[in-house]
Antibody, heavy 118, light 110 residues
Framework: QVQLLESGPGLVKPSQTLSLTCTVS??????????WSWVRQPAGKGLEWIGR???????NYNPSLKSRVTISIDTSKNQFSLNLSSVTAADTAVYYC??????????WGQGTLVTVSS | QSALTQPASVSGSPGQSITISCTGT?????????VSWYQHHPGKAPKLVIY???NRPSGVSSRFSGSTSGNTASLTISGLQAEDEADYYC??????????FGTGTKVTVL
């Protein structure tokens, strides 16, 4: 059974780039050619879809974040990554990675809190 | 893309049934784009409870059911239990290679 685990710095300075990695275990990322997604949740707010990457490297992004987001995949390491540039306090959130099966998200990682502060 | 609209909170007594609505537009929920539902206990990973509007993943209680009508999808929890107290989110494909979540509903078991 596939499990996902987010990792990366918990504190990022304003204007810098937030970088997170999701490591997939319990199965190959290339089996059945799924999409892999990032979702975030600011404190006290709802879930926000950030974007997704296919095993081929093709990506789709939330239009509101598209200019600052890059999602990449390294199937040899069973990992995919999120880079979010020019961060502000509004980017402080718990960031989740998730496997996409058709149009739904399952399973999800436990999430990692990223705080943007100087 | 705007978030799908859910009630901020819904409550019920143990054993009762509650229904959470998820209202979108003719571009997403109303365009037969598949809606999924997630249960989220704070501090834990969100859990898929309904996909493709009405389907339940294996291992999810049969007390969870989904339905749809026009631009609105709904999640019903029957036989409400204390463990059902959580936040619930719907999600839909928007038809533009992007996805949107609902505003979230806090379920309280009285």
């Amino acid at each position: 059974q596939v499990q996902l685990l987010e990792s990366g710095p918990g504190l990022v300075k304003p204007s810098q780039t937030l970088s997170l990695t999701c490591t997939v275990s319990g199965g190959s990322m290339t089996s059945n050619n799924h999409f892999w997604s990032w979702v975030r949740q600011p404190a006290g707010k709802g879930l926000e879809w950030i974007g997704r990457v296919y095993t081929s490297g093709d990506t789709n992004y939330n239009p509101s974040l598209k200019s600052r987001v890059t999602i990449s995949i390294d199937t040899s390491k069973n990992q995919f990554s999120l880079n979010l540039s020019s961060v502000t306090a509004a980017d402080t959130a718990v960031y989740y990675c998730a496997k996409m099966v058709h149009d739904w998200f399952d399973p999800w990682g436990q999430g990692t809190l990223v705080t943007v502060s100087s | 893309q705007s978030a799908l609209t859910q009630p901020a909170s819904v409550s019920g007594s143990p054993g009762q049934s509650i229904t959470i609505s998820c209202t979108g537009t003719s571009s997403d929920v109303g365009n037969s784009h598949y809606v999924s539902w997630y249960q989220h206990h704070p501090g834990k990973a969100p859990k898929l409870v309904i996909y493709d509007f009405t389907n339940r993943p294996s291992g999810v209680s049969s007390r969870f059911s989904g339905s749809t009508s026009g631009n609105t999808a709904s999640l019903t929890i029957s036989g409400l239990q204390a463990e059902d107290e959580a936040d619930y989110y719907c999600s839909s494909y928007t038809g533009l290679t992007t996805y949107v979540f609902g505003t979230g509903t806090k379920v309280t078991v009285l």
